[in-house]
Structure formats: C-alpha cells, structure tokens
C-alpha cells in the first residue's frame, strides 16, 4: 500500500496571494474587456461618422451641381435668345426675356447681358455693376470661343460689399465673333442658407472651395471669416486630399480655425470644378461613446468595488473559518491523543447497530486494527451470545425511550471476549445513547475497558482474605496466666503436661523455632567443656 500523501496546509498569507492574483487577474480582465468592447464601440461611431459626412458630401455635390446646372441651363436660354433674335444682344426684348428666366429660376441674385466691350445691356437686378468688362470671367470668355460655363473667383459687389460668384456663357455674333456674355451672380450668403440646411451637428463644419481653391463659403461661419473669402491656402492632409486623383477622400484632422478634430470627406465636382468639405466633430460622433464610457468606467469601478468588497469579506469568513477549523483541529487532536492514548476503547453505532468508529487502543485490547476491526463479522466482534442479546435489547428500548434520556449511561455489560491471538480476555462496556437536537436517535456511543487484570487483582484478593480468614478461625490467641518452671523455664499446658517453652508455642502458635546460643551461654559452655577435658586429662600441661 501506498504511503497517504501528506496533505497541505493553506496558510493566510497563501490564501492572501492567491486572493490577489486572483483579484488582479479579474479586473485586468474586466478592464480589457470593458476596453476592448468601447474600442469596438468607438471604432464603430468613427466608421459611423465616415459613412456619415460622406453621405452628406455627397447630397451637398448634388445640390450644387443642380444649382449649377439650373443656373447654366438658363444661361444657355438666355444665350440662344441673344444669338438668334434680330440684333442679338442689343434687341431690346431680350431684357424681358430674361427677367422672366430669372423668376422662374429662383436661385440667382441677377443676370445680366453685356455687349463685347462688358457694357450691360440688360440687367434683370437693380444696382447691376457696369464693370463687367474688367472681370476675370469676361475676358476668359472672349479669349476661348469653347470655353463654355465659365465660374469667376469671388467678388465683392462695389456697392454693397456681398460676395457673389459669377456664372457666364459666351454669346457669338452670327459669323462667330465675340459679341458679348450672359452671366448670373449666385451670393456666397445665398450658398451658404443652402449649405446650413445639411445637419453636420453642433460642432461639424462645410465648406465649399472654388477651382483655384479659393474659399468661397464656410458653414458655421466663424469670427473674421470675410477676410478668408478667396483665399487658397490649404493644409496638411487637407492639401493631399486635393492633390489626389480620388475624386473623394477622407481624412482626421484638427482644424486651424476653431481646433476641433473632425472626420472629414473632400468631394471634387468637374465642370465646373468645386470642392466641397464635410466635416463631423468628435465632439458630436463620440458624444454618445463617451457616454458609453464614462458608464463604463462607473460600472468597472463600481464592480472593482463590488469584488474587492466580497473579496474581503471572503477573505474574513476564510480567516474565521479558519480559525474555527484551528480551534476544532486543537480539540480533535487532543481528544485524538486521549482517544488514542487511552487504554478503553472508545466506539460509535449507527441506530442499526452498526459499528461506525473504534478507536485506535482497540489495537491494544484487542489486537486487531480498527479497519481490521470494523470488517469483522458481527459474531466475531460481539462481547458474548449474552452481551449481543443485551445490546439488541438495549437497542430495541432506545427507539422507544424519550428523547434526551440516557437510561443505560450507568449500567455495565460484562463479558469474556477473544483477543485476534485467540486469547480471552474480561471487559466491561458503558455506552449512551447520542441524540439529535431535534430529538432524533443518530446512534449510541460507548466505552470498552479491558478488566482482565483487575478481575485477576479481585480473585487475588478475594482468595487472600479467604485465606486469611480461615488462617484466622485457626489461630489460638494465648492470653491467661501461663504456669512456667522457674528453674528449666517450662510450661504447664491445661491439660496439666509440661513442655518445652518453644514445643507450646508451636503448637498454640504459627511460630516456629530454631536453636542458637547467646553470647552468655557460649562462655559458660566453654568453661565447662574446658573443665571436662582438664578431668580427663590431668597430666597434660596448661596453656
């Protein structure tokens, strides 16, 4: 058989590192975890975003390619009137004309029909500048007969300081000749009422940019944004987004006007070329997901709290069962050392009578080992024939007795036992009955002493004083006057004999004698011996 394994003790200070480690790997664990999921959770608002601003780069590219093309398609009516009436731009129905195309179209602030020299001919707006012929526009159109739609960079009107955008077309003589231009002014003011109604949140931003990249309208508008109109300067990855080929890209930046981090897209319209800019703040698209996390932070913490709190309090009921567990061992192992240091041999039944325990001094009193013990038949473990009966009756009356009572504690069964040697032994067993606290009968308890030598001491003794008695009833106590010879010193006995001193008492007595000389005697028997020889020999020298 294998040696047990020795079991090992969990101190406290074990229990503590484990509780820690462990404690330590759970909330790693919950804080990647809670981490991970708002990355997740961001990377998604963020994907979110992206979708978003380009989704709204987009309805601002066809909003302004509408506007456009409505305008141009009125241009090009305008156009096609002026080259086809008698007297082209100078017929006078012409202005008419175009008035109605400007009521109709809604979206222009005025147009305008200039001669080849830019002297307005027909102006649908009052206040119409007559400086036409000095314009970017102007002299792009009468230099390129296919030029076709031709945008101007922004300008300021003279007289009222808005910025517009001027929309022309070229308008030819009948033999092909420049004769003059048709133009529309669109006001930046009026671009940027449109751009406003596209909802990019409390901190998002648009801004539509001119093929030379000059800035033409910036939505929200921001502190000294008038003295940004026209200008070209872009940066970063801003400026290579423009460069690309893409016709969209997206980009993060910080913005240099207001410093708030977007999500951009850049659009790129063709014919004409603008470039429209979306932007989300974070501030907006993660407002949400900081909500998220701030809610998670309170829940990690909360939970952090909430563990450490049970940790504790595990760790307390550890350390007082622990120390319960301490207090039992203590008293195991003392009723332990008693238990097995005991010459009695201390058992346990179950209410069926089944042995459930014995103690290791049954190795002593009985020479069988308590697993040995407890395997044995019921025949080879029983104290007698008599002694089974009465445990049976005992047994028996126990299920019937009132709960708590204990009607045997004092009664003894005595009896002669085999020993596993085959010798026999005497014993006597005291046992009780052990009762539930909701008065139930969970079994019996008892003790068996081994008696042999004590009975062998009380045979002894009972011999002893058996024969101390008799010895008693045989001795004759000498009491009276006892007649004595004064000279030979015997003793006259009742019947009148005399004897011998020593012959009386040996008789009377359980005395016995023997014979000696004292130190008197023994000189005087000297001098008499002496004096015989001197008789016998009266001749022989002295001395």
């Not at 999921?37 to 309805?59: F, M, P």
């Not at 829940?299 to 709290?305: D, K, S, T, Y």
Request: hydrophobic share 40%.
């Amino acid at each position: 058989m294998n040696a047990a394994l020795p079991t090992r003790r969990v101190t406290p200070t074990t229990f503590a590192r484990g509780m820690r480690g462990f404690m330590i790997a759970f909330h790693l664990l919950m804080v990647a975890f809670a981490a991970w999921a708002l990355y997740r959770s961001r990377k998604h608002e963020v994907e979110q975003a992206s979708i978003t601003t380009l989704n709204l780069a987009q309805v601002l590219e066809e909003s302004l390619k509408g506007t456009i093309r409505q305008i141009d398609l009125t241009l090009l009516s305008i156009k096609e009137q002026a080259e086809h009436s008698p007297g082209g731009p100078f017929n006078k129905s012409l202005g008419a004309f175009a008035e109605s195309r400007l009521a109709r179209l809604g979206m222009a602030d005025a147009l305008r029909i200039t001669d080849r020299e830019g002297r307005v001919l027909h102006g649908a707006s009052p206040g119409t500048s007559t400086e036409v012929g000095r314009r970017d526009f102007f002299r792009a159109l009468k230099m390129d007969p296919q030029a076709g739609l031709v945008v101007s960079r922004p300008a300021q009107d003279a007289r009222d300081g808005a910025w517009a955008l001027t929309l022309a077309h070229r308008i030819e003589a009948p033999d092909g000749t420049f004769a003059g231009v048709v133009c529309a002014t669109l006001t930046l003011e009026q671009l940027g009422r449109a751009m406003s109604l596209v909802d990019v949140g409390r901190k998002g931003s648009i801004s539509l940019r001119g093929e030379d990249l000059d800035l033409l309208v910036r939505y929200p508008a921001f502190a000294g944004q008038e003295k940004l109109i026209g200008s070209t300067q872009v940066f970063g990855d801003y400026l290579t987004a423009v460069k690309s080929s893409a016709a969209t890209s997206q980009f993060s930046a910080t913005s240099v006007v207001d410093g708030q981090r977007r999500i951009y897209t850049l659009r790129k319209l063709d014919t004409p070329r603008f470039y429209v800019l979306v932007g989300l703040s974070e501030e907006d698209y993660l407002r949400t997901w900081r909500h998220q996390a701030a809610f998670a932070a309170v829940a990690v913490a909360g939970l952090v709290g909430l563990t450490l709190a049970m940790g504790w309090l595990a760790r307390a009921a550890w350390l007082r069962q622990l120390a319960d567990q301490e207090r039992l061992a203590a008293q195991e192992a003392k009723y332990r050392l008693l238990a097995e240091n005991a010459l009695d041999v201390i058992w346990t039944m179950d209410p069926d009578g089944r042995l459930t325990y014995i103690s290791p001094s049954v190795v002593r009193q009985r020479g069988w080992t308590p697993e040995e013990f407890l395997l044995l038949g019921s025949e080879s473990r029983a104290l007698s024939a008599n002694g089974a009966t009465i445990i049976q009756e005992r047994m028996a009356r126990s299920r019937q007795a009132l709960p708590g009572t204990q009607p045997f504690e004092q009664d003894l069964i005595q009896a002669t036992v085999n020993r596993k040697d085959g010798q026999q032994i005497q014993v006597e067993a005291q046992w009780r009955i052990v009762w539930g606290e909701d008065g139930r009968l969970l079994g019996f308890q008892g003790v068996t002493r081994d008696v042999t030598e004590r009975m062998r001491l009380e045979a002894d003794r009972e011999n002893l004083i058996r024969d101390l008695t008799q010895a008693l009833t045989e001795v004759k106590q000498l009491s009276g006057m006892l007649p004595i010879c004064g000279q030979c010193k015997k003793v006259r006995d009742d019947q009148g004999y005399w004897s011998q001193i020593e012959t009386y008492l040996s008789q009377h007595t359980e005395a016995t004698f023997t014979h000696g000389l004292c130190p008197e005697c023994t000189a005087a028997f000297r001098q008499e011996m002496q004096a015989r020889r001197e008789q016998r020999n009266p001749d022989e020298p002295q001395g």
